[in-house]
């Protein structure tokens, strides 16, 4: 299965709000790109991958909190969070910021509501890694990436960091 290049922290398409997905409209072309999706998180070992990730700007993301073990293969299209509640503050990463990590706060527990992949409404509750991977999807199909989270400070230190990162980036 083809591997597709994630897109880096400082390209477009990581900045734009992502457009809603017509599901009819990409039905077709739906279980192969989610194919090639799932192929190219679990290749980088990530728990989630968001379509902008792979330069498509719709709102379509993954999401396997425990690839270990036995998965749960989440599709979530339009996802909204209905519910927000309590906070954490752990450390996180991106697939677009490789080697970057950040201890960045998050609601503990969020419900969601979203498509599948063939495009039934579901809805679900999410707490500790799975709440965060929620957050940190839905905020890349609106355009925000998990360093927009940090203080100025630790933001500037983030990004001397990136700077030199950079320059092994693919
Ligand atoms: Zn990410």
Redesign the pocket.
């Known amino acids: 299965m083809p591997s597709l290049r994630i897109t880096k922290h400082g390209e477009p398409a990581l900045k734009k709000v992502s457009a809603a997905v017509d599901y009819d409209a990409i039905r077709r072309e739906l279980p192969r790109l989610l194919k090639d999706m799932w192929a190219t998180m679990y290749a980088v070992k990530?728990v989630?991958?968001?379509a902008p990730?792979v330069g498509l700007n719709i709102r379509l993301a993954v999401v396997d909190v425990r690839p270990e073990s036995k998965p749960q293969r989440l599709v979530l299209i339009n996802p909204e969070i209905l519910a927000r509640e309590g906070t954490m503050f752990e450390e996180?990463?991106?697939?677009?910021?490789p080697g970057v990590y950040a201890k960045v706060k998050r609601y503990a527990r969020v419900r969601i509501r979203a498509l599948d992949a063939r495009g039934r409404p579901y809805e679900m509750d999410g707490e500790g890694l799975l709440a965060r991977a929620f957050q940190?999807?839905v905020?890349?199909l609106d355009g925000r990436?998990?360093i927009d989270h940090l203080t100025f400070v630790d933001k500037l230190k983030v990004m001397s960091l990136i700077k030199d990162l950079r320059k092994n980036w693919t």
Do not use: K, Y
């Open positions: 990530g989630g991958l968001a990730q996180e990463g991106c697939l677009s910021v940190h999807e905020d890349h990436l998990f």
